[in-house]
Each structure stands twice: as C-alpha cells, then as structure tokens.
C-alpha cells in the first residue's frame, strides 16, 4: 500500500508537467499565428525585376518549437501509458481506447498543421521574374489561421491525453488494490482457519 500511495504525487506531477509541455507549445502557436511573415512588393532599383520583400521570419521559429515541444508532450504519454499495448489499461478499454484516438488524432493535426505553416512560411522566394506591363500586385504568404488551427488542435489534445492518462492509471492502480485486498482476505481467512484448527 505504501508503493501506491508513493506513486500518486508522481502522477499528478506528470499531469502538470504534461498541461506545461502542451500550454508552452499552444503559446509558440499563438505567437507563430501573430508573427506570420508578410512581404511587400518591391522593384528592383538595377533592373525590370520585381520582387517580395519580407519581414521577420520570427513564426517559422515558433512553429517549429511548437512543435517538437508537442512532440515531447505526446512521447511521454505514450511512453507513461504504454500506448495502450501493455499493461492494466485494457482493462477499461472504452475512455481509454476514445481519449487515446482523439489525443492521436488531434496531435496528428496539430503537428501537420505547424510542420506546414512552418515550411511554408520559410519558403520566400525573392526573385519572382520579369514584368513588362505590370508589377506584382501581391506577395505569397501562408494563409491565416494554419497556426491557430494548431493551436486549437492542442487545447483538445491536452484534454484528450489527461482523460487517457487518468484512465490507464486508474485502471493501474484499481487493479493493484484489488490484487493487495485480495491477497490480505486471504492471509485472514488463512490466520483464523489455523487458529480455530489448532487447539
């Protein structure tokens, strides 16, 4: 009994930890969605060229921070649960099996969501050819709201993983209880039959 009452500060602490890894990463989303580059036309002071002048490209670093600290969020589910492979936690399949496949897919999401904006949002082509009649009137730039999807994908995905985290470890520790109880009725049952067997 001692192990399991070792063993719940653990968990809770791993569910904080896990809210801060996601929170941190939904921030860098946020921010990535705010600094999205944006470019402006720009001739060419040498020659008949025009050309797409950007600004900062701050959001590709967000993105990309995003998402490996998402990444690391959804490893250490996986890894703390066991991918639902192993372990007490096919026990309870029906919110396990459920939070598993929502936290999956939403990180899936979430995770295509910022490599995309990210990539894209990197790629600035400078040069963009000639124009004999008529400049550019506008540069390519990623389309609103890719990043803020992301960042909604993880909200879902934080609710998700606690839900599925909560799950395997109640079906963990409902399953070390029992077995404990069990094992302690049947050193009574043991302990009286000798005591009333013996005189």
């Known amino acids: 009994m001692g192990g399991f009452a070792t063993s719940r500060p653990a968990s809770v602490g791993l569910c904080i930890f896990l809210t801060f890894l996601n929170i941190f990463a ?30 900062s490209d701050a959001s590709t670093v967000y993105g990309a921070s995003a998402f490996f600290v998402l990444l690391l969020q959804q490893t250490i589910v996986t890894a703390a649960t066991r991918c639902l492979c192993l372990g007490p936690a096919l026990s309870s399949r029906g919110c396990a099996v ?25 790629k600035h082509t400078k040069y963009l050819g000639y124009y004999m009649k008529h400049d550019l009137v506008s540069c390519a730039t990623l389309r609103k709201g890719v990043f803020a999807a992301a960042a909604a994908m993880m909200l879902i995905n934080l609710l998700a993983s606690l839900v599925y985290y909560w799950s395997y470890s109640k079906a963990a520790t409902g399953g070390f209880m029992k077995h404990q109880n069990e094992v302690g009725v049947g050193m009574t049952d043991y302990g009286l039959d000798k005591g009333v067997s013996g005189p």
């Not at 990535?32 to 950007?54: F, H, I, M, N």
């Not at 459920?98 to 990197?122: H, P």
């Open 26 to 55: 939904f921030l860098l989303a946020v921010g990535a969605e705010r600094r999205r580059s944006t470019g402006k036309v720009v001739p060419d002071e040498y020659d008949d060229r025009s050309y797409c002048l950007y600004d």
């Open 98 to 122: 459920a939070a598993f496949v929502l936290s999956w897919t939403t990180f899936l999401i979430a995770e295509a969501c910022l490599i995309g904006g990210s990539v894209r949002n990197a």
